[in-house]
């Protein structure tokens, strides 16, 4: 079974950054995408971003474009999250998912994710 380890999460002044990071624990299996979603408390799960590593295509959710970045390894199956400019709302446990296939529409619903991380919580005071 393969587990998704994630690290780097925090408390952070609005405005300021965080980085991110994600590990498979087989570094080797084949992943079509990996992935960050998070969680606010008593919100559902939302995507984040997402890259695809056969075109190295990314993609990201509205609220987050032009502040986020997701970058990682296919060789490793590693995947990193640099957040700049973080807001409070984007306060919320932060999950690294991995995806074995690839769908045409893009991987960026969870049930497009069949392994997971326990989650990193992020906290952007105001």
């Known amino acids: 079974q393969v587990q998704m380890v994630e690290s780097g999460g925090g408390l952070v002044q609005a405005g300021g950054s965080l980085r991110l990071s994600c590990a498979a624990s087989e570094r080797t299996f084949s992943s079509c995408a990996m992935a960050w979603f998070r969680q606010a408390p008593g919100k559902e799960r939302e995507f984040v971003a997402a890259r695809r590593w056969s075109t190295s295509t990314t993609s990201y959710a509205a609220s987050v474009k032009g502040r986020f970045t997701i970058s990682g390894d296919n060789s490793q199956n590693t995947v990193y999250l640099q957040m700049n400019s973080l807001k409070p709302e984007d306060t919320a446990v932060y999950y690294c998912?991995?995806?074995?296939?690839?769908?045409?529409?893009?991987?960026?619903?969870?049930?497009?994710?069949?392994?997971w991380g326990q989650g990193t919580q992020v906290t952007v005071s105001s």
């Open positions: 998912a991995a995806s074995t296939i690839c769908y045409s529409g893009g991987n960026n619903q969870p049930n497009m994710y069949v392994y």
